[in-house]
């Protein structure tokens, strides 16, 4: 009964730390992208950025684990977005499981002098 307990405390502490992460790498590539949105900057920076903040927010380890690009999108309407995309996988940190959990969010801005 103990390591079902034990287990169950393991699973919900995996999901929280989890969503930790996600919800960091969501902030951060909607940073991002509202810096590549700026006039004259490459979308390039705008995923440096992103790189910058998620290993300030999560571990260079963890930052690492994730590839970010950033790009221009056409959006509705025709408005020019910049956009930054992250993606990859986490490790299990309880479970000698690998790289298991995906993990893919986008940030989307308008671009400056766009519209």
Do not use: W
């Amino acid at each position: 009964m103990a390591l079902l307990l034990l287990m169950l405390l393991l699973g919900i502490a995996q999901v929280a730390v989890y969503l930790h992460v996600r919800n960091i790498t969501v902030a951060s590539a909607a940073e991002g992208a509202r810096h590549a949105a700026n006039a004259d900057v490459d979308p390039a920076d705008g995923a440096a950025r992103t790189r910058d903040i998620l290993a300030r927010g999560v571990g260079a380890d963890t930052a690492d684990r994730l590839d970010c690009e950033g790009g221009i999108e056409e959006g509705p309407q025709g408005v020019e977005l910049a956009t930054v995309r992250c993606s990859g996988a986490l490790p299990v940190f309880f479970a000698p499981l690998g790289e298991v959990l995906p993990l893919d969010v986008t940030g989307h801005a308008v671009k400056e002098g766009a519209g």
